[in-house]
């Protein structure tokens, strides 16, 4: 088992910024990838960035050049940077990961962001 812990989220005003965090309880090895998604109310999850254990990423399009996905392998952290955050952006935020020897997939609790016009 694994658990995905998410923090970070909150309110913030359009154009703004925020840093979301998600901590894995055993080395981060183990998931390989992981990612963020986003659900908003009335839609379905959606992926927003997407790495790799050897450092590749990929995001969706509607947050391609204001988000940054990294991870800090010594901390067993993903990090979620979000910059010129606009009111569509508000969403739960979920942290996934993908068990490296079973497949198995992983998601956090989630946290809220919402962006105010």
């Known amino acids: 088992q694994v658990q995905l812990v998410e923090s970070g989220g909150g309110l913030v005003q359009a154009g703004g910024s925020l840093r979301l965090s998600c901590a894995t309880s055993r080395s981060i090895f183990t998931l390989n990838p992981m990612a963020w998604y986003r659900q908003a109310p009335g839609k379905q999850r959606e992926l927003v960035a997407r790495i790799t254990s050897g450092g590749s990423t990929d995001y969706g399009d509607s947050v391609k050049g204001r988000f940054t996905i990294s991870r800090d392998n010594a901390k067993n952290t993903v990090y979620l940077q979000m910059n010129s955050l606009k009111p569509e952006d508000t969403a739960v935020y979920y942290c996934?990961?993908?068990?490296?020897?079973?497949?198995?997939?992983?998601w956090g609790q989630g946290t809220q962001v919402t962006v105010s016009s």
């Open positions: 996934y990961g993908v068990d490296t020897v079973n497949r198995r997939n992983y």
